[in-house]
C-alpha cells in the first residue's frame, strides 16, 4: 500500500492528478494508506489540526453505498484564515461547500462556527471509488473557520447560504449533515477514536460543492452562526 500513497503525495506535492488506482484494496486498507499520506504530511512539520467527516448527506450516502460517514484528517497547513486566501496554483481542481465546525474540549463539543472546506481530489477528473476517495484523505485540502461562539439551540436546522462574488450559489440546511450536525461529532468521536483538546471538527457539507473559480470571494452565510469567508488567488 505504500506505494499508493506516494503516488498521492506526489499529486500533492506537484498539483498534478493521478489516474484512479482502480485496485482491490477495501475500506480499511484505504484508511491505513490515508494514514501514511498523512504521515508524510506530518514528516515534513505539519501537525494534526483536527478531522473532518465526509458523505454526511443521505444522498451522498446512497450515491456511493454506504451507511455512514468517512472521515480524514485535517493539518495546521489546511488552515486559512477568515478572509483569507486560497493559491489556487497549489490545487488541482479545487471546490468549495460550506461547513459547520466544532472546536473540541474534553472530547466535547466547546464551541461552534460557519466554516468553508476547500475539497480537491488528486485524481484525475475528480472521479473515485470509496476505498480511493479514503485513500486520498477524504479530498481534503484546506478550510476556514469563522468566529467561535456558544452552541445555539436549534443546531439541527439552519438555513445556510453560499455566495461566490456576492451571488448566492447554494441554499441548504445544517439538517443535511445528518440530520443534525451535532451527530457528526458523535461519528468523529467514534471513528477517530479520540480526539485531542484544541481540535476542529468538521461536520460536512450542508450543501453540494462549487468548483473555486480564479479571483472569486467565497462567503457563507449560516443562520445564528454568522459568516465566513476567503478569496482564491487569481
Same mark, same amino acid.
Given at each position: ?13 506537484? @498539483?498534478?492528478?493521478? /489516474? ?32 473532518? *467527516?465526509?458523505?454526511? +448527506? ?8 454506504? @451507511? ?5 484528517? *485535517? ?10 486566501? #486560497? ?5 488541482? @481542481? ?16 466547546? +464551541? ?8 480537491? +481530489? ?27 461562539? /456558544? #452552541?445555539?439551540?436549534? #443546531? %439541527? ?5 453560499? %455566495?461566490?462574488?456576492?451571488? +448566492? ?32 471538527? *468538521? ?16 462567503? #457563507? ?14
Amino acid at each position: 500500500m505504500t506505494d499508493y500513497a506516494a503516488r498521492l503525495d506526489a499529486a500533492l506535492l506537484t @498539483h498534478t492528478a493521478v /489516474p484512479q488506482f482502480k485496485a482491490g484494496f477495501d475500506v480499511t486498507a484505504a484508511y491505513a494508506i490515508q494514514q501514511d499520506v498523512v504521515a508524510r504530511r506530518v514528516a515534513r512539520g505539519e501537525r494534526i489540526a483536527g478531522i473532518k *467527516l465526509g458523505l454526511t +448527506s443521505e444522498a451522498k450516502m446512497r450515491q456511493m453505498g454506504v @451507511h455512514e460517514a468517512i472521515w480524514g484528517r *485535517l493539518t495546521d497547513a489546511m488552515k486559512i484564515p477568515d478572509g483569507g486566501t #486560497v493559491e489556487l496554483a497549489k490545487r488541482i @481542481h479545487p471546490k468549495v461547500e460550506p461547513e459547520v465546525a466544532f472546536l473540541v474540549k474534553g472530547g466535547t463539543i466547546a +464551541s461552534i462556527a460557519p466554516a468553508i472546506e476547500v475539497i480537491d +481530489s488528486r485524481y484525475l477528473g475528480f472521479k473515485f471509488t470509496l476505498p480511493e476517495v479514503i485513500a486520498d484523505n477524504t479530498s481534503a485540502a484546506a478550510f476556514v473557520v469563522g468566529a467561535w461562539q /456558544p #452552541v445555539p439551540d436549534g #443546531v %439541527e436546522d439552519l438555513g445556510v447560504l453560499m %455566495e461566490i462574488n456576492g451571488r +448566492s450559489a447554494e441554499k441548504g440546511n445544517t439538517s443535511a449533515i445528518l440530520g443534525d450536525p451535532r451527530r457528526a461529532f458523535d461519528d468523529a468521536l467514534r471513528l477517530a477514536g479520540k480526539l485531542e483538546d484544541g481540535w476542529i471538527v *468538521l461536520a460536512g457539507a450542508a450543501t453540494a460543492a462549487l468548483p473555486l473559480p480564479a479571483g472569486a470571494t467565497v462567503q #457563507v452565510t449560516v443562520e445564528k452562526l454568522g459568516s465566513v469567508s476567503l478569496r482564491a488567488s487569481s
